[in-house]
C-alpha cells in the first residue's frame, strides 16, 4: 500500500480536539494506505485506536518564536506587505508573520533535511496536512526550495479559519499564494468554501474540490415529547460562538427546558455567571469538556429534542453532523457551509442575526412545530445517512486522493 504522511495538531495523541474529526476518517483511509503522523504537539498517545498507524518522531514542529533574518525571508515578507497592504499600518502584526515565517521556514528546512539523509522513496506517497495552515507552508516552502519533494502528491483540507480570510486577524490569510502554487489539491469540507475559493482563486480552480466530513452510525436518540424540553449545544466558550445569544434565547422561553452545553474555553465563567439570572423554568448544565463517546452516549440515553448553533461564523459543525446522526433536528444560523447540513430536511435556518424572539416563540409551542415530530426526525436521520454518513463520504475520499501517484504543478504564478 502507498504511505499517507498525515500532519494535525496533535491527534493521534490525547486531549487533542481533533479526535472527533480523524478517528472516523483514519479508520477508513488505514484500509488503502499505511499511515504515518507527524504533529505540532506531543502527549500521552491515544490507545485502542482502531486502525494502525506509525508517528514520526523525528519531526515535531519546533517553535521558537525568534526570527532568524535571512534573504529568503525578506523576500517572502516583502510579498506578503504587497499583496496585503494593510499590513503597513501595524508594526506589532508585520513582527508576528515574521516570527511565523522564520519558525516555517526553520521546521521545512528540518524536514528536507530528514527525507534527504534518508532518501526515502515518496514518489508514489500522498502527503496530506488535515488544516490548511503551518503544516502546509512548511511543506510548500519544501516543494519550492527542492524540486525532489515535487514527486509526491500533496493535498490539504480547508475548513474554516484556515479557509476564509475574513477569520484572519491579519485580514488576509497570510502566505497563502505560496501555498496555492505549491499545493497539489486544497479539498474544502464544505461547498461553500469550495465557491469561496474559486471565486477569489479562478486561476486555480483546477487544484480546488470538496469533500464532506462525516460521522459514525451509533444509535437513535429516545424521542420524547413528554416532561421538559431538551435543548443541547456544542462548542468552545469564544466569542464566534455566541453562547450568549444562547442565554438571551433562555431568557425569552416560557415552558421548562433542561439546556445542556459541552464545551470548554475562555467564556465559560462568564457565560456561566449569566445563566444564574435566567428565571426557574430553564435548567442549565454546562459540561465542560466531555469526551467525545461520552457526548455519543449521551445522546444514545437522552431524550433531546433540540440541537441549537447560533454561531457567527463556522465550517461545517461536526456537533451538527453528530447530533442529526441520531435523528435530533436543529435550529442554526447561515454562516459558513451550515445551510448545507442544516435544510428543510433537518431543521430551521435563520440568518446571521437571528430574530431570537421568533425562535423562542417555535419553542414555547413546540408540541405544534413539525420539526419535532417523529416523521420528521425520520427525515433528519435519512439525510444525514445519505450525505453525512462517515463510511461512504470517507471511502470516496480515499478512493479520489488515491487516484494518482502525483500531480505535475504547472500553475505556478
Known amino acids: ?199 477569489k482563486y479562478p486561476f486555480f480552480k483546477s487544484k480546488f474540490s470538496f469533500s464532506r466530513l462525516g460521522t459514525d452510525l451509533i444509535g437513535q436518540n429516545p424521542f420524547s415529547n413528554s416532561g421538559p424540553f431538551v435543548m443541547v449545544s456544542c462548542s468552545s466558550f469564544i466569542h464566534l460562538k455566541r453562547i450568549d445569544r444562547i442565554v438571551e434565547l433562555l431568557s425569552l422561553i416560557k415552558i421548562k427546558v433542561k439546556w445542556y452545553h459541552f464545551g470548554e474555553g475562555p467564556l465559560f465563567e462568564m457565560i456561566k455567571s449569566s445563566t444564574e439570572n435566567l428565571e426557574e423554568n430553564i435548567s442549565v448544565k454546562l459540561l465542560g469538556r466531555v469526551n467525545n463517546n461520552d457526548i455519543l452516549n449521551f445522546y444514545s440515553m437522552t431524550a433531546v429534542n433540540l440541537f441549537i448553533n447560533l454561531s457567527d461564523s463556522e465550517g461545517i459543525p461536526v456537533s451538527i453532523m453528530e447530533a442529526i446522526s441520531f435523528s435530533i433536528p436543529v435550529i442554526a444560523t447561515d ?38 415530530s417523529s416523521e420528521f426526525r425520520i427525515k433528519v436521520f435519512n439525510f444525514w445517512k445519505k450525505n453525512y454518513y462517515s463510511e461512504l463520504n470517507f471511502q470516496n475520499f480515499s478512493n479520489n486522493i488515491n487516484k494518482t501517484h502525483s500531480l505535475e504543478i504547472n500553475e505556478r504564478v
Request: proline share 3%; hydrophobic share 40%.
Open 1 to 199: 500500500m502507498k504511505n499517507l504522511h498525515v500532519f494535525t495538531n496533535k491527534f493521534p495523541f490525547n486531549n487533542s480536539g481533533e479526535n472527533t474529526f480523524l478517528i472516523p476518517e483514519m479508520t477508513i483511509l488505514s484500509k488503502d494506505f499505511n499511515i504515518i503522523f507527524y504533529v505540532k504537539h506531543k502527549g500521552d498517545l491515544l490507545t485502542n485506536l482502531p486502525f494502525k498507524f506509525k508517528v514520526c518522531e523525528e519531526i515535531i514542529y519546533k517553535k521558537k518564536n525568534i526570527v532568524n533574518i535571512n534573504s529568503n525571508l525578506i523576500s517572502l515578507i516583502l510579498k506578503e506587505l504587497f499583496l496585503n497592504p494593510k499590513l503597513f499600518f501595524s508594526k506589532s502584526k508585520v513582527k508576528e508573520l515574521m516570527v511565523i515565517l522564520s519558525d516555517n521556514l526553520e521546521n521545512s528546512n528540518s524536514f528536507l533535511r530528514f527525507f534527504s539523509s534518508r532518501k526515502f522513496n515518496i514518489k508514489n506517497d500522498i502527503f496530506y496536512t488535515y488544516w490548511f495552515d503551518e503544516w502546509n507552508n512548511i511543506l510548500t516552502y519544501a516543494r519550492k526550495k527542492n524540486n525532489h519533494f515535487n514527486k509526491f502528491k500533496l493535498i490539504s483540507r480547508a475548513h474554516g479559519f484556515d479557509l476564509y480570510d475574513y477569520r484572519s486577524k491579519y485580514s488576509k490569510i497570510p502566505f497563502r499564494k505560496n501555498q496555492l502554487n505549491f499545493t497539489d489539491k486544497i479539498i474544502s469540507i464544505s461547498f461553500d468554501g469550495y465557491k469561496y475559493l474559486t471565486k
Open 335 to 372: 454562516v459558513g457551509g451550515v445551510s448545507e447540513i442544516v435544510t428543510e430536511e433537518t431543521g430551521l435556518l435563520f440568518n446571521k442575526n437571528p430574530n431570537l424572539d421568533k425562535i423562542a416563540d417555535i419553542i414555547n409551542n413546540f408540541s405544534e412545530e413539525n420539526i419535532f
